[in-house]
């Protein structure tokens, strides 16, 4: 679990890809080794992702994660380049102050950076989600203005969300610019999305209830609807 508070941006060094996948090697990221594990979850440009190699004593400290294909397709992170910086998270520990929002590191796709536009210090951003699909559908009905969303693993809140577009935007103040990669980014560029978890849970909770005739709330909705009529006199 993360909190999508990015605490340093490493650097690709090295790429090596295969069938199955890829190893990537991020580089400067000494700053979030100083506690690091085999094993440990690091969240990269916001995907959750397993340190199979480090050094910390490396000149300015390494690691290494495996993508498999899956992450390829889901993130921005097949499109990487040496030399790009990456947003970096460590898990989050149990006693540190909670400052973001619960991130699980799982992206759900990629957005398209469609407009960016600077107001006073502050930069506003704004995003085009992918067509929906059976096997991935809609994302809008978990965007809402003033909600969280995570954009390569940076906690931020949304200004506005439009359905009828497929759109969403946020504005990132001066200090924010300077702490994450998104800043850099122009448009065109795609950008990895992970959508609020807690509205996901809410909709399966709802839809559980509401669903068949074993639905939970069914009848007292059903009942609530019969008394209606009766008061209006509708059979």
């Known amino acids: 679990m993360f909190t999508g508070l ?36 690091i969240a990269v440009n916001g995907a959750c992702l397993t340190v199979t190699e480090f050094d910390k004593t490396a000149s300015g400290g390494y690691f290494k994660v495996w993508l498999a294909n899956e992450t390829l397709e ?17 898990a989050m520990a149990p006693h540190v102050r909670f400052g973001g929002h619960f991130v699980q590191g799982h992206v759900d796709t ?10 006073g210090d502050s930069l506003r951003l704004s995003f085009e989600l992918p067509e929906p ?11 809402i203005p003033k909600g969280y969303v ?13 359905d009828s577009k497929g759109s969403f935007s946020v504005m990132l103040i001066q200090h924010t610019q300077e702490k994450i990669t998104l800043s850099k980014k122009m448009i065109g560029a795609k950008v990895n999305i992970e959508v609020d978890m807690v509205g996901k849970y809410v909709e399966k909770s709802v839809s559980a209830a509401l669903a068949g005739e074993g639905g939970q709330l069914r009848p007292l909705i059903e009942k609530v609807v019969a008394d209606v009529l009766a008061k209006k006199g509708i059979n």
């Not at 990629?110 to 600077?118: G, L």
């Open 110 to 119: 990629t957005a398209t950076i469609v407009d960016r536009s600077a107001d």
């Open 150 to 162: 995570t954009i390569d693993g940076t906690s931020l809140t949304l200004t506005d969300v439009n």
């Open 74 to 90: 889901r993130t921005d992170l097949g499109e990487r380049l040496v030399g790009d910086q990456l947003n970096l998270e460590r």
């Open 6 to 41: 990015i605490e340093h941006l490493g650097t690709v060094s090295d790429i090596v890809v295969d069938a199955g996948g890829c190893t990537l090697t991020v580089t400067d990221s000494a700053p979030i080794l100083v506690d690091c594990n085999i094993g440990d979850s």
């Open 133 to 143: 699909s059976e096997s991935r559908p809609s994302l809008l009905p978990y965007l």
